[in-house]
């Protein structure tokens, strides 16, 4: 009990307790709100221990210093032995490298890896051989071109193409083929980027003219022109290879890329492909060849678009055959005129009536003087007040009539038909002249006439009665019976 007291009696500090400096601090004014923690938690204990620990970690790393010097010093002489101490130490990253200049590649790729160094530790394998492992450490340390040298130091090219393909990186692939002597290999990467003109240069400088030929035809598909005279030349060799090969066609194409469309056309045509031929005579300005083409394929636009074109440049295209051009492109009207400037009014009137226009044909006809004829074109296009006029010019009474009645001009059909002597007939049509018209006073004089000449009053009477009701028409009304009895009666 006397040694737990002595104990707890014990103060290591109290010769710091005891000194000037120490008693200032705890009668300082700023010391007084955290003196009470100070005195109760002994935190003069706390300060003095972080104090000694940090004296005593100061003088290690002293002593480290001095070691590592020791052995740096010594990693000249002997980088094995250095890294053995440094390894004991904890450097690793400093053992891995006097490991690394001591030959141990192992032990070094070991440490880098434990420290994830993953460039260093692809260098140790490249240093052993191991060409597999040493290119994924290099792609682990997003270092691919590392790997694609060590790939390609090691002949693995196909390795080496697969990361520079992750790299979207096929023209470099491709030099790397080229440099290794394999220009089919390298001319398909080109290809496959795009680099079409460039993959037709290795192939031909290989040998290879045909493979040459469908790069080139592959970039045609894709180019509408636009090329130097360098690959102009490329595309004319081509054309040659696949003229000698016999696909006329492809040679047709070749040409027609780089604009020679006259000889394009007559390849294209020897191929059979006229629709190809027609549009490189169009091209060349060959248009008359063109035409000529587009009638055989009965491309009908292409055809007036031509036509058209040549009478803009005075090519001397005949109206006549315009004008059927038009007539097989379903363009009547136009057609029409055309046929009508030529002078062959029976073409125009043929177009028109082809194209549904009666009308037309009809007003062409009238034009000839053929009012017949025009009479009948105008009652098929609905028109019979026009064609009452043509019937009176051509001094048919009876059709004239027919077409008042149908156009419902009823007080000119009586008049003819009172001319005629058809008085029943007249009477049909006097009797639907309305009351308001202008000239209602002579129909119904007109009226009356045609009732006394048609039967005796009340028998005509009940005939045209009859005739009006059997044709659903109206019975004349009574204003008109009366008039009707007294111009009869007188």
Known sequence: ?????????????GWVHDMSWYQDMLRAEWFQPIKPYWIRYHLDWVVA?????????????IFKRRRMKMTFRERDKNPLEAAKKFSKMGEDRLAAECYAEAGEYKKAKRLYEKQEAWFQAAQMSENLGQVEEAAKLYKKANDPLGAIRVYRQAGMLEEAEEIFREMDNLVEAAEMYLE????TTAAALYREAGLLTRAAEILHAAGEDLQAAECLLEL????SGGFTKEEADQFILAAKTYKKKGQLANSARMLEAIREYGEAARRYLKAGERKRAARCYEAAGDLENAVELYRELEDREATIRLLERMRRQGGGVQQQEYAQALKQAGQF????DSYQAAGDFEAAVAANIEGNQPGGAAAL??????????????MEAGDPAQAREQFLMAHDRRGAASAALAAGMFYEAGVDFVDLGQWGRAVEALQQVEDNHPRYREASSLLGQAFAQYSPFQSGYDGAATCSHQNNRSVPTKSLQLSIETE???
């Open 488 to 490: 009869t009666h007188k």
């Open 1 to 13: 009990m006397s040694r737990l007291n002595l104990l707890a009696g014990w103060d290591p500090l």
């Open 220 to 223: 045609s598909k894709m180019s």
């Open 365 to 378: 006809l009238a034009e000839q003087g053929r009012h017949h004829e025009a009479a009948r074109m105008f």
């Open 180 to 183: 290794a002597e394999r220009p």
């Open 333 to 336: 009207e136009r057609a029409a």
């Open 49 to 61: 221990g972080l104090l000694i620990l940090a004296i005593v970690l100061i003088i290690r790393s």
